[in-house]
């Protein structure tokens, strides 16, 4: 096995959206192609909507895609507990380190992150008050996918807040140092956090692992970006639908993703062979559920008679068409 290890790091909602299923479904191969391990992790931080509900949607959804965890809920592994309700003493740990080191302060209750620089306040606009800046040395990152971004903060944040709960940026870093994640494969909606977590790693002495952050997947037309409410949007929409998995799978991997050729219908093991960051398109992809059902067509042309029997057995029994036992 190599060194390289992933997370997948979702905040279950009740939805396995086609978003979060490609996140999913690149970290996974990127793992399986480098021999590396795909770490699950859950980040049930918020907890109203992380129900054991909303978990089971995700892990079923991610079953039924065949995207198989090495370390996480249900399976284990040497760098749990794998959600992060179940972390806080790893929190608490990490947050007396930056304490240690003089990178917190206490304002209004909660517990802030000092970036280093020269103070100075100026007035702003929105807030209608002087605020204290920072002028930080600008953070380069390297993404692997949309090349060197650079950026300076230029205010403190916080990590902890009044109610005692440490934030996002906070918890998502800890978790991949403890973790020893070496790659975070995550939406480019992330890429404007990514230089408060590059301080924070920085803060901690740790090198930061690699970041790939993939483009937004657009709705089928218009302009913005898919939300649970478009068509098609669902994963656990195809499978009543009787997609096959298979299907879902290739077409999602194009998503972002292409091998430099004008293939689409490829075999998993290709896919998994052919993976890695310089296939990935810095544009949007556009959803476009025509093709997903062209292609789902190709595997089901493919398919001997005897698994096409077997799929279509329940889809017909549902649709009233055959009796169950027919
Ligand atoms: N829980 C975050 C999300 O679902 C994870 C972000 C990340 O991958 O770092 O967007």
Known sequence: MSQVRVRFAPSPTGFFHIGSARTALFNWLYARHAGGTF???????DKE???????QVLLDGMRWMGMDWDEGPEVGGAYGPYFQSQRQPIYDEYLKKLQDAGRTYEKDGAIWFKLEGERYTEYDDFKKAEVEKVRAAPVVIDDAVRGRVERAEELDFV??????????HFVNVVDDIAMGITHVIRGEDHLSNTSKH????NAFGVTPPVFAHIPLILKESGPGKMSKRDKGALIEEYETRGFLANAVRNYISLLGWNPKDEREKMEIDEIIELFDFPGINK????FDEKKLSALNTEYLREMNVETFTFLARPILHTAGVIEEDA
């Open 159 to 168: 990590i902890v807040r009044k109610d005692g709960n440490p934030v996002f």
């Open 39 to 45: 770490v699950l992790r859950i980040e049930d931080t």
């Open 283 to 286: 544009g949007n992809s556009r």
């Open 49 to 55: 909507r992380n129900t054991d509900e909303s978990l």
């Open 198 to 201: 590059v301080e924070l790693f």
